[in-house]
């Protein structure tokens, strides 16, 4: 069964950073891409970030561009988001997914499954 | 403001069909797949539909999924009490290099 098991959220001041962890069971974890997916209270999701199975490709929502930076080590099965200089409007359930990306010339949307995400509070 | 357009609510009664749709532009839904999710009250999302009109393993034949131009929609027949959930549709967007969301249908059975 593939799990995917978030961590790393927290209540973290406007400027501070804060790193995510996404440990995965289950399946092999280095074929493939993995994404981020926000949801701030109430509202809907927003993609964040997404990374290849070798790591070699990355891209970003332009809403956290040069601010997150995703990462993996397929030696541990786990996926990584690195936030800095964090604002109040970043603050969100973070998931992490397994898919998405781009492969063969095509792009995808496929994040299937998710974690049960981690709540990350910028407050002061 | 969302780059997919989807109706905020929908609703139906038992056994009714209901369809939500998803309005994007050619550099999402007219050149790449959508998919749909739908995420039960206090739980993550869950892949409903990928590539269009496909269903994973263990999704009912009741959930289908279509695509026309730029627009998409995701129909639902025999409309069970437990299919109260937020929808999202998904498609990638060329000009942005990444996945968009739709901003969420709720979908209330009477």
């Known amino acids: ?124 | 403001q969302s780059v997919l357009t989807q109706p905020p609510s929908a609703s139906g009664t038992p056994g009714q069909r209901v369809t939500i749709s998803c309005s994007g532009s050619s550099s999402n839904i007219g050149s790449n797949s959508v998919y749909w999710y739908q995420q039960l009250p206090g739980t993550a999302p869950k892949l409903l539909i990928y590539r269009t009109n496909q269903r994973p393993s263990g999704v009912p034949d009741r959930f289908s999924g279509s695509k026309s131009g730029t627009s998409a929609s995701l129909a639902i027949s025999g409309l069970r009490s437990e299919d109260e959930a937020d929808y999202y549709c998904a498609a990638w967007d060329d000009s942005l290099s990444g996945p968009v969301f739709g901003g969420g249908t709720k979908l209330t059975v009477l």
């Open chain 1, 1 to 124: 069964e593939v799990q995917l098991l978030e961590s790393g959220g927290g209540l973290v001041q406007p400027g501070g950073s804060l790193r995510l962890s996404c440990a995965a069971s289950g399946f092999t974890f280095s074929s493939y891409a993995m994404s981020w997916v926000r949801q701030a209270p109430g509202k809907g999701l927003e993609w964040v970030s997404v990374i290849s199975g070798s790591g070699g490709s990355t891209y970003y929502a332009d809403s956290v561009k040069g601010r997150f930076t995703i990462s993996r080590d397929n030696s541990k099965n786990t996926l990584y988001l690195q936030m800095s200089s964090l604002r109040a409007e970043d603050t969100a359930v973070y998931y992490c997914a397994k898919g998405g990306g781009c492969s063969g010339g095509s792009c995808y949307s496929n994040f299937d499954p998710w974690g049960q995400g981690t709540l990350v509070t910028v407050s002061s």
